[in-house]
Nanobody, 124 residues
Framework: QVQLVESGGGLVQAGDSLRLSCAAS????????MGWFRQAPAKEREFVAT????????NYGDSVQGRFTISRDNVQNTVYLQMSSLKPEDTGIYYC?????????????????WGQGTQVTVST
C-alpha cells in the first residue's frame, strides 16, 4: 500500500501561482510513477501531469502545458505541482496518484493509489 497526502490548495486570484505537495509513505517512492489529476464539479477527473520514477520525464495535459510544472523529490518522498498563471477554469479538487506501471500513464484508471485531494479555487 502507498499512502498519499496532498497539501497546498487554497483560494487564489487569477494570474497567481500556487504549489501543491503530495507526501507519500508506505512503499519505495521511487518505484512509482506519479501523477496529478483534477476534478471540477459535475466534470470527469482530468489528467494534469505525470512524472517518471526518476523524475527525468514529464508529460502534461493540454490545458496546463506551459503553466504547470511537476517535479519530485525521491529523498523526501514528495511530488510537487507548481501552478502558475492560474485561471478560473483551473478550479477543482487536485489529486495525486501513484502507479507501478511502466511507460506514460495519463488515464486515471491506470493509477493504483490516490490521495484524498486538495481544493484549489481560482477567482476572477
Amino acid at each position: 500500500q502507498v499512502q498519499l497526502v496532498e497539501s497546498g490548495g487554497g483560494l487564489v486570484q487569477a494570474g497567481d501561482s500556487l504549489r501543491l505537495s503530495c507526501a507519500a509513505s508506505g512503499r519505495t517512492f521511487s518505484d512509482y510513477r506519479m501523477g496529478w489529476f483534477r476534478q471540477a464539479p459535475a466534470k470527469e477527473r482530468e489528467f494534469v501531469a505525470t512524472i517518471s520514477r526518476s523524475g527525468v520525464f514529464t508529460n502534461y495535459g493540454d490545458s496546463v502545458q506551459g503553466r504547470f510544472t511537476i517535479s519530485r523529490d525521491n529523498v523526501q518522498n514528495t511530488v510537487y505541482l507548481q501552478m502558475s498563471s492560474l485561471k478560473p477554469e483551473d478550479t477543482g479538487i487536485y489529486y495525486c496518484a501513484a502507479t507501478g506501471r511502466t511507460g506514460i500513464s495519463t488515464r486515471a484508471v491506470e493509477y493504483d493509489y490516490w490521495g484524498q485531494g486538495t481544493q484549489v479555487t481560482v477567482s476572477t
